[in-house]
């Protein structure tokens, strides 16, 4: 049930859909005479679009995510890496049976250097199709093309393709690892995902050394207009929308112990 309502949630409040049904309620309104109510709907949808888009709003969200769990100092023994699905384009190679890589794709690309550096490693791959209302590929599906073309033996990969969400990516992981005390086991995810992510996967008795990638922040954007175009910028604030309520949501179903995970904590 949490698994549909947080998909069903999402839908509709993140930033262009929410845009979108504000907008939509306005013109309702000003059609059966509320005016007052349609001129509201409409001034609403216009600030959130351009906040989210024009404004330096998402990256600011962002930046605190992808600093708080900082990338530690390499261990000199890897006994195996954990590389957290969503780095892929789902549909598209679904129907093409290649390995197209999205905007997280650094996820994929890292996991494929720390396995080359540490040749013993185990790599787990996780990741289902987490989507409610679109088909696709999931990235346990998709990755063993890209990384046997980048040099990473079939029988070195561990696939977890069950996981439709973080939570489940953690559970199912540690199901299909069965860590064994005093291994090292390196968690790969985008930067702005690591608290969630290893939050979830200390609860659930994974212990895992960060390794976060994919950073979409510099850290020195500041408060103001224009400093990204504005696609880029809408982006930043759908995925800090969508990762602040997620470590809220989290939260307060008991899935995690805090609503913004320490490290060490």
Same mark, same amino acid.
């Given at each position: @049930?949490?698994?549909?309502?947080?998909?069903?949630?999402?839908?509709?409040?993140?930033?262009?859909?929410?845009?979108?049904?504000?907008?939509?309620?306005?013109? =309702?309104?000003? @059609?059966? *005479?509320?005016?007052?109510?349609?001129?509201?709907?409409?001034?609403?949808?216009?600030?959130?679009?351009?906040?989210?888009?024009?404004?330096?709003?998402?990256?600011?969200?962002?930046?605190?995510?992808?600093?708080?769990?900082?990338?530690?100092?390499?261990?000199?023994?890897?006994?195996?890496?954990?590389? =957290? *699905?969503?780095?892929?384009?789902?549909?598209?190679? =679904?129907?093409?049976?290649?390995?197209? =890589?999205?905007?997280? *794709? /650094?996820?994929?690309?890292?996991?494929?250097?720390?396995?080359?550096?540490?040749?013993?490693?185990?790599?787990?791959?996780?990741?289902?199709?987490?989507?409610?209302?679109? /088909?696709?590929?999931?990235?346990?599906?998709?990755?063993?093309?890209?990384?046997?073309?980048?040099?990473?033996?079939?029988?070195?990969?561990?696939?977890?393709?069950?996981?439709?969400?973080?939570?489940?990516?953690?559970?199912?992981?540690?199901?299909?690892?069965?860590?064994?005390? *005093?291994?090292?086991?390196?968690?790969?995810?985008?930067?702005?995902? @690591?608290?969630?992510?290893?939050?979830?996967?200390?609860?659930?008795?994974?212990?895992?050394?960060?390794?976060?990638?994919?950073?979409?922040?510099?850290?020195?954007?500041?408060?103001?207009?224009?400093?990204?175009?504005?696609?880029?910028?809408?982006?930043?604030?759908?995925?800090?929308?969508?990762?602040?309520?997620?470590?809220?949501?989290?939260?307060?179903?008991?899935?995690?112990?805090?609503?913004?995970?320490?490290?060490?904590?």
């Amino acid at each position: @049930m949490f698994y549909y309502l947080s998909k069903i949630f999402w839908f509709v409040i993140q930033p262009l859909n929410l845009t979108i049904f504000l907008l939509s309620a306005g013109l =309702l309104a000003g @059609m059966v *005479g509320r005016r007052r109510l349609a001129v509201s709907g409409g001034v609403l949808a216009f600030l959130i679009l351009a906040l989210s888009a024009w404004t330096s709003l998402g990256a600011m969200m962002l930046n605190p995510l992808e600093e708080r769990f900082p990338r530690p100092p390499l261990p000199k023994k890897v006994d195996g890496i954990v590389v =957290l *699905g969503g780095g892929f384009e789902g549909a598209i190679n =679904l129907a093409r049976r290649g390995y197209e =890589l999205n905007s997280s *794709g /650094d996820r994929m690309v890292e996991t494929a250097i720390l396995a080359r550096r540490f040749p013993q490693a185990k790599v787990v791959v996780s990741g289902g199709n987490g989507s409610l209302f679109f /088909d696709g590929e999931g990235d346990a599906d998709t990755a063993p093309r890209l990384l046997e073309a980048l040099g990473v033996p079939a029988d070195r990969l561990l696939l977890e393709d069950k996981s439709r969400n973080t939570y489940e990516n953690a559970v199912f992981s540690r199901e299909l690892v069965k860590p064994k005390p *005093g291994e090292t086991w390196l968690l790969v995810t985008s930067a702005f995902h @690591m608290p969630r992510a290893k939050a979830l996967f200390d609860k659930a008795g994974f212990p895992t050394v960060q390794w976060p990638v994919d950073y979409r922040t510099s850290g020195r954007e500041g408060v103001g207009l224009f400093r990204d175009n504005a696609a880029d910028s809408l982006q930043n604030t759908t995925i800090a929308v969508r990762e602040w309520i997620g470590l809220f949501a989290y939260w307060l179903s008991g899935r995690i112990d805090q609503p913004f995970p320490t490290p060490g904590g």
